[in-house]
C-alpha cells in the first residue's frame, strides 16, 4: 500500500512544458500516485495494416475518476474506488483532495479473472463535508479543465482560503463560466483579468455560508453544473442549475448514490444542503471518450470485429456510438450490467462501410469529447457530413475546429472549419505525413487512428499527452492488430503554440 502524502504543488513541474528527459523519482510520492512528472516529448509513429481484431479494455472514465475523489474526500467514511484513471488530470485532483487534508491510500488487489491486469483500488478517508482544510499552497490543478471549474466549487463552500493554478494551457481557457454565477451565491474569488481567467484566488466564506440560486447555463456545461451542485452542498439554500441541453450527469448519480437529496425537473436540477455524504463503494466504468479512439480504428479497417469491454454507456455520453450507428457501424451493446448509478456494457464492433452524418444540436453535447475522433471517422465515410452547434470546442485543451481540420488537412482530408463546427467530404484517401498533437490528447489520439487509414506512414509528434486520458493507448490498439509504434522521443516539442 503506498500513501498520498502532499508536496508543494508549485514545485511540481509542469506538464504543458515538456523536459529534455524524464526525471524518475524527483516527486517524494510513491508511484504511480507521484505528481505527474512531464515525460520527454513522444512521438508515435502509424501505419496501415490488416483488421483489428480481439478485445480489450479502456481506463476509467476522466470525468467519473475526478468527481469519485473530489466526493469521496468530503464523504464520511472510507470511500473504495477501483478502476480509477491513473492519468495526468486525476493526478492533479488527488494531490489537490490530499493537500486539503484527505489520506489517500492506493492498495493493489488481484485482477478480477485470469487474463485481466491486477487492479488498483484508491481509497480515500473522507473528511466530512466540513472537514477539509486550509492548503499550505496553491492547488496545482495541472492542464485540467475539470480539476479546477469543480474544485472552484468545492473551495467557494470552504470557511478556508484557497487558491487555484494550473498550466499555461489551463490558464488560457476560460473561467468566468464558473467565476460568475460562484460570486452570485456570495462567494469571493478573483483571477486574472476580472475573473475571466485562471489562476483563481478564493477567500473562503467564513462564518457566513454561501447564498442559494437559480442558475441558467449560458453553455451546456456539464463542468459548470457540477461546480455549482459542488457549491450547493453548503449553501445555505437550494441550488438549481437550469441546462439548455442535458450534459453528462455523472455528478448528480454519484450525489444520489451517496445519499444527496437531489431533485431533477425537465432540465432544472436542484441541491438543497446536505448534512453528510455516505462514502462510496465505485467501479469507475471503462471511459466512453477513450473507447471511441479504438472503435473508430476498428470501424475503418475492413474485417475488423473488436469488443471493448466494461464501457460506460450513460446516454449522456453515448453520442458517438448512437451516431457511429446511423453511420452504418455494427456495434451491440452485451452484458449490460450497472456500476454506482451508471450502465455499463461491452461494446461490439463489425466494420461496415459508413456514410456520412449531419450532427448537431444537443446530440453535440454527448459527443463533445469526441469530435475530433468523428471527423476522422467522417473522412472515411461517403457523403458530405456537417457537426455544429460546437462552438465550446474553440475553449477546449486547445481550438479542437481548429487543430482538427489543420492536422487532418496535412493528411489529405477535405475538411473545413465553420464558426461552430466541421464540413468533411469522404471518403478520402488519406495520405502518411508529419503531423502534431499541439499539446492535445484527443486529438494526438485522433491523429493516430487516422495514420492507421492513411497510405505509408505517419508521423504523430507530442503524443505524450495521450497519458492525460488515455494511458496504455498506443499498447492498447497494438494488442489488436494496429501497427502503431513509439518512434522515439523528439528533441523538442512541436505542439507549442505556433
Ligand atoms: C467534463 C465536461 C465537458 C468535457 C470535459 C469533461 C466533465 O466539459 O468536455 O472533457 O467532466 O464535467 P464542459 O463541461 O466544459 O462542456
Known amino acids: 500500500m503506498s500513501q498520498l502524502s ?37 512521438r508515435l509513429r502509424a501505419r496501415p495494416g490488416g483488421p483489428l481484431r480481439g478485445s480489450c479494455t479502456v481506463p476509467g472514465d476522466k470525468s467519473i475518476s475526478h468527481r469519485a475523489v473530489m466526493l469521496g474526500g468530503i464523504a464520511s467514511g472510507v470511500s473504495r474506488v477501483r478502476g480509477l484513471l491513473q492519468g495526468a488530470d486525476c493526478h492533479a485532483t488527488l494531490h489537490a483532495l490530499a493537500a486539503l487534508g484527505c489520506a489517500i491510500d492506493l492498495r493493489p488487489e488481484p485482477a478480477p479473472e485470469p487474463g485481466l491486469e491486477p487492479e488498483l483500488v484508491v481509497q480515500i478517508e473522507g473528511r466530512g463535508l466540513h472537514g477539509l482544510r486550509e492548503p499550505s499552497a496553491p492547488l496545482h490543478c495541472q492542464n485540467s479543465g475539470t480539476t479546477m471549474r469543480l474544485l472552484a466549487g468545492l473551495a467557494a463552500g470552504q470557511r478556508f482560503a484557497s487558491f487555484l493554478v494550473g498550466s499555461p494551457q489551463l ?14 451565491m456570495g462567494a469571493q474569488l478573483i483571477g486574472r483579468q476580472g475573473g475571466r481567467l485562471a489562476p483563481l484566488a478564493l477567500a473562503g466564506c467564513g462564518d457566513r455560508p454561501l447564498g442559494g440560486i437559480t442558475y441558467e447555463l449560458p453553455v451546456p456545461s456539464a463542468q459548470v453544473k457540477s461546480c455549482l451542485l459542488l457549491a450547493g452542498l453548503y449553501a445555505a439554500a437550494p441550488v438549481t442549475v437550469v441546462e439548455p441541453a442535458p450534459t453528462r450527469d455523472h455528478s448528480e448519480r454519484m450525489l444520489a448514490s451517496m445519499g444527496a437529496q437531489l431533485e431533477r425537473s425537465g432540465n432544472r436540477i436542484t441541491i438543497v444542503p446536505q448534512p453528510q455524504l455516505q462514502a462510496l463503494e465505485l467501479q469507475v466504468p471503462g471511459d466512453a471518450s477513450s473507447a471511441a479512439f479504438v472503435l473508430v480504428a476498428a470501424a475503418l479497417i475492413a474485417g475488423s470485429e473488436i469488443t471493448v469491454r466494461g464501457v460506460g454507456i450513460n446516454p449522456t455520453r453515448s453520442g458517438l456510438v448512437e451516431t457511429l450507428r446511423e453511420m452504418g457501424a455494427a456495434i451491440c451493446y452485451d452484458n449490460l450490467r450497472e456500476s454506482a448509478g ?76 465553420t464558426a461552430d463546427g466541421l464540413v468533411i467530404v469522404g471518403p478520402t484517401p488519406l495520405r502518411g ?26 508521423l504523430i509528434d507530442g503524443t505524450e499527452v495521450t497519458a492525460d486520458s488515455f494511458p496504455g493507448f498506443a499498447a492498447t490498439l497494438q494488442r489488436l492488430g494496429a501497427d502503431l509504434t513509439a518512434a522515439g522521443p523528439v528533441k523538442s516539442a512541436t505542439w507549442t503554440d505556433d
Not at 490558464?171 to 452570485?184: F, I, K
Not at 489520439?445 to 495514420?451: D, K, P, Q
Open 433 to 458: 505525413a508529419a503531423v502534431k498533437s499541439h499539446g492535445d490528447h484527443r486529438l494526438a489520439m485522433a491523429l493516430a487512428v487516422a495514420g492507421l487509414v492513411a497510405s505509408e506512414e505517419t
Open 342 to 417: 451508471e450502465p455499463v456494457a461491452d461494446l461490439r464492433l463489425s466494420q461496415r462501410p459508413l456514410t456520412a452524418c449531419d450532427c448537431r444540436g444537443p446530440r453535440v453535447v454527448t459527443l463533445i469529447d469526441e469530435v475530433p475522433i468523428l471527423a476522422v471517422a467522417a473522412t472515411q465515410a461517403h457523403g458530405r457530413t456537417v457537426i455544429a452547434d460546437a462552438s465550446e470546442l474553440r475553449v477546449k485543451e486547445t481550438d479542437r475546429i481548429l487543430v482538427t481540420a489543420t492536422e487532418l488537412r496535412k493528411l489529405g482530408a477535405d475538411i473545413t472549419p
Open 171 to 184: 490558464c488560457r481557457r476560460p473561467m468566468e463560466r464558473v467565476v460568475r454565477p460562484l460570486r452570485q
Open 6 to 42: 502532499h508536496k508543494d504543488p508549485l514545485s511540481a513541474p509542469d506538464p504543458s512544458r515538456p523536459a529534455a528527459a524524464a526525471e524518475p523519482g524527483s516527486a517524494s510520492l510513491p508511484a504511480p500516485l507521484a505528481l505527474p512528472v512531464p515525460t520527454a516529448a513522444a
